[in-house]
């Protein structure tokens, strides 16, 4: 792995007009440069980007000649209590900052505080009479604002001076725009010029070129000759009102108006925190915007527009970007560490210092694989970030048969050896542990890489696809309905080709090219071929495609890469809390015992998660239109001849040893699934037992699949006590998730846990000799 050097860089994209970048090329684009140690990027250069000033704190406005009334924000005495009551709650749960929010706004200018909103009120001034809200127009947060008041004001700071002529300017209808300043020889600020929005006028060399290309924009400048012109008296070292030109030579803008004018409007702090929060969750930019909307009352109050948050949103994401894309993905990933000491991360780079392909897992990934890593789906999914690079998903099956997620990778391109260097990376990330059973889409790169990397793996092409490549291939319902048995359907071998062979001379298909192809790989494909391989269930990569329709989500093509890992990891968040919950509810409630073999199922229950009983509760229901029409004698063996009552003609053998309780059928289902069959039912009801045979009970469908047991790794090569080491942590992990959800309930129970949580960690440093690794000891 290369050691990184963090360089400033912004990517060629961030500076494309919106002409330009609707002309994309719809094919992939590589990533920002990686900057090695010892070197720089010739393309690296510094870039900042203009700030967005947020001055004006108000809302509300009456709008009387001269004298107006102002409604500031935060008096919400005009409000229903029931509105105050659940704006205040709402605004709490999301006015939250998040952990990445001290990057937040790194190029703006400070916005106007609460005591910048003191200082800009007066002393003396004259009560509102035309005040509307309970105040009766003595609050400081609403009074009226005159230019007498500004004229006979003294400010402690000449942007004192700047936010009262703002209010003042909000209050009749025009913009403010900052002057010069003037500057003694000691460089302190003298004198300070603020100007209305439409002063001067444009040059004329804007309008008369030539070569302009672009549409001219509207004339916003007029030459008004209003302003404020303000200095500083040395003696009392307070700034003093020189000049205040009242007159303009253009129309005032409405109060209805006046909300939309740059100068009045943009987001407050808590705004800020707010819209991050939910952005941060998935939710676009116009739902926040529409959200935010409905709790001011209107777009009027809100204070901002959605270019607004558009911008705040883009100077948030450059902010993060610091050092390019690619550099700040790694050093994200690789910063993980600090949390998760087992988060892995591998990466390579293009011959130009590109970042090529990327593969991250953490330690919960990693732990779940070793539990449920025996049968592996991955799929590639398309233009989910900006580079248009093919995002792959490593997932599988738990026990309670929801979609476990074991990695994710972005990849240079679809070519056997990309393919090949990330599942080499897979299988050294996750111990060399091979998967059992592989299911892809039958990419030909991927098979290739599969047979290299895991060559005792079966590999299993997606039904799904196959059946889609039917129905537009052969263009015939009723074959793809008889095309979908011989996929599903777990014949005998002998039993397939027999229906094969029928089912092609009904339809003509003889000689039909791909009905050829599909045939030669049908031992990659038909369940009659691969019932005696376990795939858990997993027949299809459709869970690949749920995946990529869920975490539709949180990402979307114009997100960068920092920001696609990070709303992934959102998702994967969202798939353990699924898992979670399923847990809580296996574990928490005692199931309903209806299928009249009540021992059976009693020992299924105290046995399996419920998802997996509903499953083997079907099976037992089963059991009564089979009928056991032969029983024979092999010494400890047991030959039954199982008989389905709608299938006369077809026998199911089940062998059954009394003295290491192994039991095995003809059907294979057990082989291929995990779950005893019916006819293993019917056979343990014919011998009277009372309970499950162990041999039959597989781990990872039970309730305590993640439970590690304490088996010693004395004598084990490392790899295995690193494996172990592994299975400890996500048993402690899981543990672990649930006892914080318990210490959270309440304060009381917060402190006893931190409390415990302290001194056990104390103890186990104390006894392991190993201590926190932070930053600062590093």
Not at 354 to 378: E, H, T
Not at 527 to 554: H, M, Q, V
Request: hydrophobic letters at 35%; glycine letters at 6%; a positive charge.
């Amino acid at each position: 792995m290369r050691t990184l050097v963090l360089s400033l860089y912004r990517h060629r994209s961030l500076s494309r007009s919106p002409r330009q970048a609707r002309r994309r090329s719809p094919v992939s684009r590589a990533f920002p440069p990686l900057v090695v140690a010892g070197g720089s990027s010739s393309s690296s250069r510094d870039w900042t980007s203009s700030p967005l000033r947020v001055l004006s704190p108000h809302r509300t406005l009456a709008y009387p000649p001269r004298r107006v009334e102002v409604f500031h924000a935060g008096d919400r005495s005009s409000r229903s209590p029931d509105f105050l009551l659940a704006f205040s709650s709402f605004s709490a749960s999301f006015a939250q900052p998040g952990p990445n929010l001290g990057a937040m706004d790194v190029d703006s200018e400070p916005l106007s505080s609460q005591e910048n909103v003191e200082d800009c009120m007066m002393n003396g001034v004259e009560e509102n009479v035309n005040c509307t809200c309970d105040c009766g127009g003595s609050s400081s947060k609403c009074v009226s604002v005159t230019a007498d008041d500004i004229i006979n004001q003294t400010f402690e700071t000449s942007d004192a001076a700047y936010n009262l002529y703002v209010r003042y300017a909000r209050c009749l209808g025009f913009g403010v725009r900052k002057g010069d300043t003037a500057r003694g020889k000691d460089g302190t600020q003298r004198r300070r010029r603020f100007f209305c929005s439409k002063e001067g006028k444009r040059a004329e060399k804007y309008i008369s070129s030539l070569s302009r290309k672009r549409e001219h924009r509207a004339l916003t400048r007029t030459g008004c000759e209003a302003m404020l012109a303000v200095y500083l008296d040395t003696k009392t070292s307070t700034w003093r009102v020189k000049k205040l030109v009242e007159k303009h030579n253009h129309d005032l803008v409405p109060k209805c108006l006046v909300h939309l004018i740059p100068n009045h409007r943009g987001l407050t702090e808590p705004q800020k925190a707010q819209a991050n929060t939910m952005h941060d969750h998935g939710l676009p930019t116009s739902k926040i915007m529409g959200l935010m909307v409905g709790q001011a009352g209107g777009y009027a109050n809100v204070g901002f527009t959605k270019k607004d948050l558009d911008n705040h949103f883009q100077r948030t994401r450059r902010a993060k970007l610091i050092g390019g894309d690619s550099n700040a993905t790694i050093s994200y990933l690789l910063g993980k560490a600090d949390v998760d000491p087992m988060a892995m991360v591998r990466y390579s780079a293009t011959d130009e210092g590109r970042l090529a392909s990327l593969f991250w897992a953490d330690g919960i990934c990693r732990s779940d694989y070793q539990c449920f890593g025996d049968v592996l789906a991955f799929d590639t999914t398309y233009r989910k970030n900006k580079y248009r690079r093919p995002l792959v998903i490593f997932s599988g099956y738990n026990h309670h048969r929801q979609t476990c997620i074991f990695g994710f990778a972005l990849v240079e391109d679809e070519r056997t050896a990309t393919y090949t260097w990330l599942l080499q990376n897979f299988l050294e990330v996750m111990l060399n542990k091979s998967p059992s059973v592989v299911v892809t889409d039958g990419d030909e790169a991927m098979k290739a890489a599969i047979r290299e990397i895991f060559p005792d793996a079966t590999h299993r092409l997606c039904g799904w696809h196959i059946q889609k490549n039917v129905t537009a291939k052969i263009k015939n319902k009723k074959f793809s309905n008889d095309f979908k048995r011989c996929l599903y359907t777990p014949w005998h071998p002998d039993e397939f080709e027999e229906y094969w062979e029928n089912m092609i001379k009904k339809y003509g298909l003889e000689e039909n090219e791909w009905v050829l192809n599909e045939y030669e790989k049908r031992k990659s494909w038909a369940s009659a071929y691969l019932r005696d391989k376990f795939c858990a269930g997993l027949r299809t990569t459709s869970r690949c495609e749920a995946i990529n329709n869920f975490i539709k989500r949180f990402i979307c093509i114009h997100q960068s890469l920092l920001e696609l890992v990070q709303n992934l990891e959102h998702a994967l968040r969202d798939y353990r809390n699924n898992e979670l919950v399923s847990q809580f509810k296996t574990l928490y409630g005692e199931p309903v015992l209806t299928t009249g073999l009540e021992a059976l199922e009693l020992s299924a229950a105290n046995f399996y998660t419920r998802e997996i009983l509903g499953e083997v509760k079907k099976e037992i229901q089963r059991v009564v239109a089979l009928d056991v029409i032969n029983e024979e004698n092999i010494s400890t063996t047991v030959v039954l001849k199982v008989k389905e009552c709608d299938r006369r003609q077809h026998i199911y053998n089940v062998l059954y040893d009394r003295n290491t309780e192994h039991m095995e059928c003809e059907c294979s289902r057990w082989s291929s699934e995990g779950i005893p069959c019916s006819h293993m039912f019917c056979a343990m009801k014919r011998v009277g037992l009372q309970k499950l045979p162990d041999r039959l009970l597989l781990k990872r469908w039970s309730k305590d699949a993640k439970k590690y047991l304490d088996e010693s790794s004395a004598g084990g090569t490392t790899q295995d006590r690193e494996r172990e080491f592994l299975m400890r942590y996500g048993a402690l992990s899981v543990a672990a998730t649930w006892m914080v959800f318990l210490g959270a309930q309440d304060g009381p129970s917060f402190h006893d846990t931190m409390n415990e949580v302290w001194c056990w960690t104390q103890t186990l440093e104390q006894k392991s000799d190993l201590k926190r690794q932070t930053r600062d000891s590093n």
